[in-house]
């Protein structure tokens, strides 16, 4: 069955520094994989996307993800964090119509 | 990408009644997705809701409890019926097909207190 793990429930960064977070996934054919970030009070936005073609993906707001066949991963990064990226983060697989979404990653932003 | 609006933004329910909330979309769209957030929790899908036919729900959410309407391609209705506080949640609209592709877009959510 397809699954998506998330392994950090919530990590705490320094503004300016690095950040990247994980995303596992489990599906026997190449998936859609998507990374979503949703701010308090608000709906999910999609900060970019994977589908096929250059491992490497860039997204909006500075990020992006480099998706690794070998390792099934999708993990998101962005070399310098800013305040306003403190927000809940997650990594979702498409297949088809059908999407499944990992548990989310909350991500702390410290002066 | 679509503009997805949703209604209401929130609202606070007293068990035993029933609430629809509206997903409205400035484009036609294949499919549309109805989710339930619950707090702190990820995502969960209800339903799929089909234009000119009836949802398809996933396991454990049943027609009785969350009905779904979906008259053309731009407009969907969710009802929660018969609330509890359990179902205190974040319910979520979401779109894919539009421009033929297979990403899903999001409303910004309804975010609904039962007591």
């Known amino acids: 069955a397809q699954s998506v793990t998330q392994p950090d429930i919530h990590i705490t960064v320094s503004e300016g520094a690095s950040l990247e977070l994980r995303c596992n996934y489990s599906?026997?054919?190449?998936?859609?994989l998507f990374w979503y970030v949703q701010s308090p009070g608000q709906g999910l936005q999609l900060l970019l996307k994977y589908f096929s073609g250059d491992t490497l993906v860039q997204g909006i707001k500075g990020f992006e993800a480099e998706f690794k066949r070998s390792q099934s991963s999708f993990n998101l990064r962005k070399p310098s964090v800013h305040w306003s990226d403190a927000a809940e983060y997650f990594c979702?697989?498409?297949?088809?119509?059908?999407?499944?979404f990992g548990t989310g990653t909350s991500l702390t932003v410290i002066p | 990408s679509a503009v997805i609006s949703q209604k209401p933004s929130r609202d606070i329910c007293q068990r035993g009644t029933s609430l629809t909330i509206q997903c409205q979309v400035d484009s036609q769209v294949t499919m549309m997705f109805w989710y339930r957030q619950q707090p702190g929790q990820s995502l969960t899908l209800i339903a799929t809701?089909?234009?000119?036919?009836?949802?398809?729900?996933e396991s454990g959410f049943v027609i009785d409890k969350f009905p779904i309407s979906r008259p053309n391609l731009t407009f969907s209705t969710l009802t929660v019926s018969n609330m509890s506080p359990e179902d205190s949640s974040i319910y979520l609209c979401?779109?894919?097909?539009f421009g033929g592709g297979e990403t899903q877009y999001f409303g910004p959510g309804t975010r609904l207190l039962v007591l």
């Open positions: 979401s779109v894919a097909g």
């Open positions: 599906y026997g054919a190449t998936p859609y």
């Open positions: 979702a697989v498409g297949t088809g119509n059908q999407f499944y």
């Open positions: 809701a089909n234009q000119g036919s009836e949802a398809t729900y």
